[in-house]
């Protein structure tokens, strides 16, 4: 008969029977009737393996032949087996395994003793804090970064180094100063806008924004057109009406501001009937407002507020008296009239806005505003978005316990969306919910644990699992702060307890599949032995993944934004604790818990099966019933062995794929990063919509500021991990204003600058220091009687140049009558001197425009310095644009660069491991493919590579290298030359339960975290169940298609042959093919081993 070639079929004996499996091994005719040579004993351990257990067995010995589960009859033949010995290394991790075996129960107790204790003293001596920093998330050690630090600290400190002198000077140049922006999540800190778009402003910055952002509602109403003036005072008697033409208290102070938007796309929000929705939503909210005294603005009762239902007042003959229904109804004639004068209006206002300063174009009504009507008015004449400004003056977090009785206006007719100018409705509200969100991850924990309680059927193992993870996370945290020193703990941080808890539940089952297979192949053995092959075969495997996963976190740490950076290395602990836990509490656990099912002694604490088997019960029922998951995963074998060319057709088909839409993942259009979503609460609403007003539009095209400094170097000595620790001042010691070149190039600079289109003066009367400075020198030498201080300091110098040896007493004699901090100086130098510009962009910019105008301000300033002389030739700036456009940049760069990191790391893990280059091409375009395809999928669900992204994208990177690198280390198993699709077949029956466990109990949590409300939380929970399904399907797909098609049946035999070759290990055919075994086994011997 011939012998059929046994590459085309799958094979089903597995060298090494998992639980459930006592299947018949295929051997050919040829070899049936050999002889098995005895094997070399090389271990003072050994036991017999017994291929059935006894149940099975007839009196004779002989083994009752038995189907294998999930096969069919054609496929199985029935062969007698002899029983082999089985022979335990006496190796180094053996003998501590048998060790632990013996006194489990004091390594078990002797552990966890010390991991309290070290628990403990991490958490005091550490200073652990619930309430943890949020500060930070700005790059630090890059050269903008460098930059903005050093420009920071003077803006900061100017005043008082221009008013204290050498003490503050000193202070300055010696210590490091402390964090200027630190808060901690929930605090009342003065940055309101901290904790909802981790960003903070700079003062002098931020004060420039508010005094030129708003400034297209200077026109409001004017009082001085008498018509409207006597309407407004006859309409609000006894008002301050005042208020509605005060920019300053109509914009600076944080009042209540809905947004209005019309539910029906064919209604305008002008049309009469909206205009009385709105008006009945204003006057529900008046009343709340003025019963809890929120409002303000006329001797009884409140202003009305600023809204399109106001300025319908003013136009309507004695709107002011009239109710919402006849003010519609008063309303009608004007619409049409009024649409078109706002249409006018909007299109001149673009054309004549200026940040700077304009005037209002004669076409805008009295009363008009941008912050009427939305930004593309003048071309649709249809109003979708509008907003209402109350005369508020209450804390928002009074105003917030009312937020659900201001009225929100008509079902699917007109939606208002509430909060105030700065949000703060918002930033309370994303403060709230932290706590549920943290609530609602913490029930995806639990899930975790019932899905343990279920896998190993163990109360004892489960809670001894879950003491693993916790203390995991105490321990990192000891590590953290004693032994590495770093202070600054980020929210960040307590994300990575839920990474742990799915990737230490993984290793949970590694574990007992490990000791459960072991125990199935030598039912007879003592436990110590078990332990001896369990436990070395199972760290082993689980140190693989751990190593990976730790290192493509501890990549994540290139990342110089200090809350990122520290998530990393916290991650990474957590991971390699979690391990180390797991190595010293599980397996004595798993000992304890083995020692007592031998014995009998088994309760429900120890297993879910109270009480013992009644003897005589079918064995045979039992044990097709254990291994339910294997006869699965059978029948999946033989139908990936089936169609596995196609299925490795479209797996590179996929491939290719996955790595076309990676490449389309476009940047952020804007720099904007928003904790919650749209669709979570009408505060985000409120945001979103605002957007589309014109005076937002408006105000986006005014751009921002930078500042431009001699005398100071770029620098950042503080400690960079820590936002509480700033830095030093450092000054350029090569600056010096005094030399004549020096000053002709000083003077040239602005004028220079404004000349380019880029830059601007930061207001219409700003002029450069010194430049004024030659103003004034210009001035007094023209007076008959100059200046005392001039004619005794300035060597009468008319302009620049001043004579070298009088400029520094000069220029700071200007200085100090002028009271201008932006010449500072110290030991009667000149020190530093700061200007001011404007630019045309703003830190929610696109990013492209961001990044081409900073290439564009850094090449001419470099090109200037060029031409400088090497007195001055120095000049920095920055902003804090660019500085968020720089800790963007590098979240973009950490996001591809701790990719490349972990690839390289698997791919060097898995050659070390398995000595295999194939498998290591097989595992490294597997975990490629987990990567493009999770990618893409998430551009397909309209990602971006954001700030939040890219903290994800950290996550993705140490979880999708976790499964194939366990079937990676399950192929290479056995030695030798063993066929490909039994070695395929073996790495899934082998690592299969553990890997699918892993992978249900990871997707359920996330499910679970999917009901949050917090941006981030959902978008970890999203990246997290997008890449274990995709870890599942590359690795159960991908990569045992590759291995079934073109894996390997000798995978160390390239690099075997290349030791030989070089002289390293044993004889070339010693190395690369060992003697086998009648049963395909190999034969231990000195050269396998």
Same mark, same amino acid.
């Given at each position: 008969?011939?012998?059929?070639?046994?590459?085309?079929?799958?094979?089903?004996?597995?060298?090494?029977?998992?639980?459930?499996?006592?299947?018949?091994?295929?051997?050919?005719?040829?070899?049936?009737?050999?002889?098995?040579?005895?094997?070399?004993?090389?271990?003072?351990?050994?036991?017999?393996?017994?291929?059935?257990?006894?149940?099975?067995?007839?009196?004779?010995?002989?083994?009752?032949?038995?189907?294998?589960?999930?096969?069919?009859?054609?496929?199985?033949?029935?062969?007698?087996?002899?029983?082999?010995?089985?022979?335990?290394?006496?190796?180094?991790?053996?003998?501590?395994?048998?060790?632990?075996?013996?006194?489990?129960?004091?390594?078990?107790?002797?552990?966890?003793?010390?991991?309290?204790?070290?628990?403990?003293?991490?958490?005091?001596?550490?200073?652990?804090?619930?309430?943890?920093?949020?500060?930070?998330?700005?790059?630090?050690?890059?050269?903008?970064?460098?930059?903005?630090?050093?420009?920071?600290?003077?803006?900061?400190?100017?005043?008082?180094?221009?008013?204290?002198?050498?003490?503050?000077?000193?202070?300055?140049?010696?210590?490091?100063?402390?964090?200027?922006?630190?808060?901690?999540?929930?605090?009342?800190?003065?940055?309101?806008?901290?904790?909802?778009?981790?960003?903070?402003?700079?003062?002098?910055?931020?004060?420039?924004?508010?005094?030129?952002?708003?400034?297209?509602?200077?026109?409001?109403?004017?009082?001085?057109?008498?018509?409207?003036?006597?309407?407004?005072?006859?309409?609000?008697?006894?008002?301050?009406?005042?208020?509605?033409?005060?920019?300053?208290?109509?914009?600076?102070?944080?009042?209540?501001?809905?947004?209005?938007?019309?539910?029906?796309?064919?209604?305008?929000?002008?049309?009469?009937?909206?205009?009385?929705?709105?008006?009945?939503?204003?006057?529900?909210?008046?009343?709340?407002?003025?019963?809890?005294?929120?409002?303000?603005?006329?001797?009884?009762?409140?202003?009305?507020?600023?809204?399109?239902?106001?300025?319908?007042?003013?136009?309507?003959?004695?709107?002011?008296?009239?109710?919402?229904?006849?003010?519609?109804?008063?309303?009608?004639?004007?619409?049409?009239?009024?649409?078109?004068?706002?249409?006018?209006?909007?299109?001149?206002?673009?054309?004549?806005?200026?940040?700077?300063?304009?005037?209002?174009?004669?076409?805008?009504?009295?009363?008009?505003?941008?912050?009427?009507?939305?930004?593309?008015?003048?071309?649709?004449?249809?109003?979708?978005?509008?907003?209402?400004?109350?005369?508020?003056?209450?804390?928002?977090?009074?105003?917030?316990?009312?937020?659900?009785?201001?009225?929100?206006?008509?079902?699917?007719?007109?939606?208002?969306?509430?909060?105030?100018?700065?949000?703060?409705?918002?930033?309370?509200?994303?403060?709230?919910?932290?706590?549920?969100?943290?609530?609602?991850?913490?029930?995806?924990?639990?899930?975790?644990?019932?899905?343990?309680?279920?896998?190993?059927?163990?109360?004892?193992?489960?809670?001894?699992?879950?003491?693993?993870?916790?203390?995991?996370?105490?321990?990192?945290?000891?590590?953290?702060?004693?032994?590495?020193?770093?202070?600054?703990?980020?929210?960040?941080?307590?994300?990575?307890?839920?990474?742990?808890?799915?990737?230490?539940?993984?290793?949970?089952?590694?574990?007992?599949?490990?000791?459960?297979?072991?125990?199935?192949?030598?039912?007879?053995?003592?436990?110590?032995?078990?332990?001896? $092959?369990?436990?070395?075969?199972?760290? /082993?495997? %689980?140190? @693989?993944?751990? #190593?990976?996963? &730790?290192? =493509?976190?501890? !990549?994540?740490?290139?990342?110089?934004?200090?809350?990122?950076?520290?998530?990393?290395?916290?991650?990474?602990?957590?991971?390699?604790?979690?391990?180390?836990?797991?190595?010293?509490?599980?397996?004595?656990?798993?000992?304890?818990?083995?020692?007592?099912?031998?014995?009998?002694?088994?309760?429900?604490?120890?297993?879910?099966?109270?009480?013992?088997?009644?003897?005589?019960?079918?064995?045979?029922?039992?044990?097709?019933?254990?291994?339910?998951?294997?006869?699965?995963?059978?029948?999946?074998?033989? $139908?990936?062995?089936?169609?596995?060319? /196609?299925? %490795?057709? @479209?797996?590179? #088909?996929?491939? &290719?794929? =996955?790595?076309? !839409?990676?490449?389309?993942?476009?940047?952020?259009?804007?720099?904007?990063?928003?904790?919650?979503?749209?669709?979570?609460?009408?505060?985000?609403?409120?945001?979103?919509?605002?957007?589309?007003?014109?005076?937002?539009?408006?105000?986006?095209?005014?751009?921002?500021?930078?500042?431009?400094?001699?005398?100071?170097?770029?620098?950042?000595?503080?400690?960079?991990?820590?936002?509480?620790?700033?830095?030093?001042?450092?000054?350029?010691?090569?600056?010096?204003?005094?030399?004549?070149?020096?000053?002709?190039?000083?003077?040239?600079?602005?004028?220079?600058?404004?000349?380019?289109?880029?830059?601007?003066? &930061?207001?219409?009367?700003?002029?450069?220091?010194?430049?004024?400075?030659?103003?004034?020198?210009?001035?007094?030498?023209?007076?008959?009687?100059?200046?005392?201080?001039?004619?005794?300091?300035?060597?009468?110098?008319?302009?620049?140049?001043?004579?070298?040896?009088?400029?520094?007493?000069?220029?700071?004699?200007?200085?100090?009558?002028?009271?201008?901090?932006?010449?500072?100086?110290?030991?009667?130098?000149?020190?530093?001197?700061?200007?001011?510009?404007?630019?045309?962009?703003?830190?929610?910019?696109?990013?492209?425009?961001?990044?081409?105008?900073?290439?564009?301000?850094?090449?001419?300033?470099?090109?200037?310095?060029?031409? &400088?002389?090497?007195?001055?030739?120095?000049?920095?700036?920055?902003?804090?644009?660019?500085?968020?456009?720089?800790?963007?940049?590098?979240?973009?760069?950490?996001?591809?660069?701790?990719?490349?990191?972990?690839?390289?790391?698997?791919?060097?893990?898995?050659?070390?491991?398995?000595?295999?280059?194939?498998?290591?091409?097989?595992?490294?375009?597997?975990?490629?493919?987990?990567?493009?395809?999770?990618?893409?999928?998430?551009?397909?669900?309209?990602?971006?590579?954001?700030?939040?992204?890219?903290?994800?994208?950290?996550?993705?990177?140490?979880?999708?290298?976790?499964?194939?690198?366990?079937?990676?280390?399950?192929?290479?198993?056995?030695?030798?030359?063993?066929?490909?699709?039994?070695?395929?077949?073996?790495?899934?029956?082998?690592?299969?339960?553990?890997?699918?466990?892993?992978?249900?109990?990871?997707?359920?949590?996330?499910?679970?975290?999917?009901?949050?409300?917090?941006?981030?939380?959902?978008?970890?929970?999203?990246?997290?169940?997008?890449?274990?399904?995709?870890?599942?399907?590359?690795?159960?797909?991908?990569?045992?298609?590759?291995?079934?098609?073109?894996?390997?049946?000798?995978?160390?035999?390239?690099?075997?042959?290349?030791?030989?070759?070089?002289?390293?290990?044993?004889?070339?055919?010693?190395?690369?093919?060992?003697?086998?075994?009648?049963?395909?086994?190999?034969?231990?011997?000195?050269?396998?081993?």
């Amino acid at each position: 008969m011939p012998k059929k070639d046994e590459t085309d079929r799958p094979s089903k004996r597995l060298s090494a029977e998992p639980e459930g499996f006592r299947g018949s091994q295929i051997d050919s005719e040829s070899e049936s009737d050999e002889e098995t040579p005895p094997p070399k004993r090389t271990s003072k351990l050994s036991i017999t393996r017994l291929s059935l257990s006894k149940s099975a067995m007839g009196e004779s010995g002989s083994v009752a032949p038995k189907r294998v589960s999930g096969a069919s009859n054609k496929d199985v033949k029935r062969i007698s087996h002899s029983t082999a010995p089985t022979v335990v290394n006496d190796g180094f991790w053996e003998r501590q395994s048998m060790r632990i075996a013996r006194i489990p129960r004091i390594f078990l107790s002797t552990t966890l003793l010390v991991s309290v204790i070290l628990s403990v003293v991490g958490f005091t001596v550490g200073g652990f804090d619930a309430n943890v920093d949020n500060a930070g998330w700005q790059s630090r050690g890059t050269d903008i970064a460098n930059k903005q630090t050093q420009l920071l600290l003077v803006s900061r400190f100017k005043d008082e180094l221009f008013a204290e002198g050498e003490p503050r000077w000193r202070d300055l140049l010696s210590n490091v100063q402390p964090g200027w922006q630190t808060e901690s999540l929930g605090d009342d800190g003065t940055d309101d806008g901290l904790s909802r778009r981790l960003k903070s402003i700079e003062s002098e910055e931020s004060q420039w924004y508010l005094e030129t952002s708003h400034r297209d509602l200077q026109a409001t109403l004017d009082l001085d057109v008498a018509d409207l003036g006597q309407r407004l005072i006859a309409g609000l008697p006894n008002c301050n009406i005042g208020w509605y033409a005060n920019i300053t208290d109509l914009l600076y102070e944080e009042h209540l501001w809905p947004i209005w938007k019309t539910e029906n796309p064919s209604t305008t929000l002008l049309s009469p009937n909206m205009i009385k929705d709105i008006c009945v939503a204003e006057e529900n909210t008046q009343r709340v407002l003025e019963a809890n005294n929120f409002c303000f603005g006329c001797q009884e009762g409140c202003l009305p507020p600023y809204s399109p239902v106001l300025f319908a007042r003013i136009v309507v003959e004695n709107g002011f008296s009239m109710t919402c229904q006849q003010l519609s109804e008063g309303w009608t004639q004007y619409q049409a009239a009024t649409e078109n004068s706002w249409a006018a209006c909007t299109k001149d206002l673009k054309e004549v806005y200026d940040k700077d300063g304009f005037t209002m174009p004669t076409s805008c009504p009295p009363g008009f505003t941008a912050a009427l009507v939305e930004e593309n008015f003048d071309s649709t004449k249809f109003m979708t978005y509008t907003s209402s400004i109350f005369a508020t003056n209450a804390d928002p977090k009074v105003m917030y316990d009312f937020v659900d009785q201001f009225d929100q206006g008509v079902e699917d007719v007109v939606y208002g969306a509430y909060d105030t100018q700065y949000e703060g409705f918002n930033k309370i509200f994303t403060d709230s919910v932290v706590g549920r969100d943290m609530a609602l991850a913490c029930a995806s924990a639990f899930i975790t644990a019932i899905a343990i309680l279920v896998h190993t059927k163990s109360p004892f193992i489960t809670g001894i699992g879950l003491l693993q993870i916790i203390l995991s996370f105490p321990l990192s945290f000891f590590v953290y702060t004693l032994l590495g020193g770093l202070d600054f703990f980020p929210f960040l941080n307590f994300i990575g307890v839920f990474v742990v808890f799915a990737l230490g539940a993984d290793d949970i089952f590694v574990a007992v599949d490990k000791w459960k297979n072991a125990r199935i192949e030598n039912p007879d053995a003592d436990t110590e032995i078990i332990a001896a $092959i369990a436990f070395p075969d199972a760290a /082993g495997a %689980m140190f @693989l993944t751990t #190593i990976t996963t &730790a290192i =493509a976190f501890f !990549g994540t740490a290139i990342c110089p934004v200090a809350p990122i950076k520290m998530f990393a290395i916290f991650c990474g602990l957590l991971i390699m604790f979690d391990y180390l836990m797991c190595c010293m509490l599980v397996f004595p656990a798993l000992c304890i818990y083995d020692s007592k099912l031998r014995a009998d002694k088994s309760n429900c604490c120890n297993a879910c099966n109270c009480g013992k088997k009644e003897e005589g019960e079918d064995s045979l029922e039992d044990e097709n019933k254990m291994s339910l998951i294997h006869r699965i995963l059978f029948g999946y074998y033989n $139908i990936l062995h089936k169609f596995r060319w /196609g299925l %490795m057709a @479209l797996s590179l #088909i996929g491939f &290719a794929l =996955a790595c076309w !839409g990676a490449t389309t993942l476009k940047l952020p259009t804007s720099a904007e990063v928003r904790l919650v979503g749209e669709d979570a609460i009408q505060f985000e609403e409120n945001f979103l919509w605002r957007d589309n007003l014109l005076q937002s539009s408006l105000d986006k095209s005014g751009g921002s500021t930078i500042l431009v400094a001699f005398g100071i170097e770029p620098a950042d000595t503080g400690d960079q991990n820590n936002p509480k620790k700033w830095s030093q001042l450092v000054l350029d010691n090569t600056f010096d204003a005094a030399p004549e070149a020096s000053q002709r190039f000083l003077e040239s600079f602005c004028p220079e600058a404004f000349a380019e289109e880029f830059l601007a003066p &930061a207001s219409v009367d700003y002029e450069c220091p010194i430049n004024r400075f030659a103003a004034w020198l210009q001035t007094e030498s023209a007076k008959e009687s100059p200046d005392a201080g001039y004619a005794s300091k300035c060597g009468g110098a008319s302009g620049i140049p001043v004579p070298e040896a009088n400029f520094d007493a000069c220029l700071m004699e200007w200085a100090a009558q002028n009271e201008e901090d932006t010449v500072l100086s110290v030991d009667n130098k000149v020190r530093i001197i700061m200007m001011e510009f404007a630019i045309r962009i703003r830190f929610d910019s696109p990013f492209d425009d961001l990044e081409n105008e900073y290439n564009t301000i850094d090449g001419w300033m470099t090109a200037k310095s060029a031409t &400088a002389p090497e007195t001055a030739n120095k000049v920095i700036f920055s902003s804090q644009t660019f500085w968020w456009f720089d800790t963007n940049r590098q979240m973009l760069t950490t996001a591809t660069g701790s990719a490349s990191i972990a690839l390289a790391t698997a791919a060097i893990v898995i050659f070390l491991s398995s000595y295999s280059f194939s498998l290591t091409f097989f595992a490294t375009f597997t975990i490629g493919y987990v990567l493009t395809s999770v990618t893409s999928t998430l551009v397909a669900l309209g990602w971006t590579l954001g700030f939040l992204e890219s903290i994800c994208f950290a996550i993705l990177i140490g979880v999708s290298v976790d499964f194939v690198i366990h079937f990676c280390h399950a192929y290479s198993h056995a030695h030798g030359d063993v066929d490909r699709h039994e070695r395929t077949q073996q790495a899934l029956i082998r690592m299969g339960p553990s890997i699918l466990a892993a992978g249900v109990t990871t997707i359920a949590a996330a499910i679970i975290m999917l009901f949050t409300v917090i941006n981030f939380f959902q978008k970890f929970a999203l990246i997290l169940f997008m890449t274990i399904i995709q870890a599942t399907v590359g690795s159960f797909i991908v990569f045992l298609t590759l291995t079934d098609c073109v894996g390997p049946s000798n995978p160390t035999y390239m690099a075997d042959l290349i030791k030989a070759k070089l002289g390293f290990g044993g004889s070339e055919d010693d190395s690369v093919t060992p003697k086998k075994k009648r049963d395909g086994t190999e034969l231990t011997t000195e050269s396998s081993r």
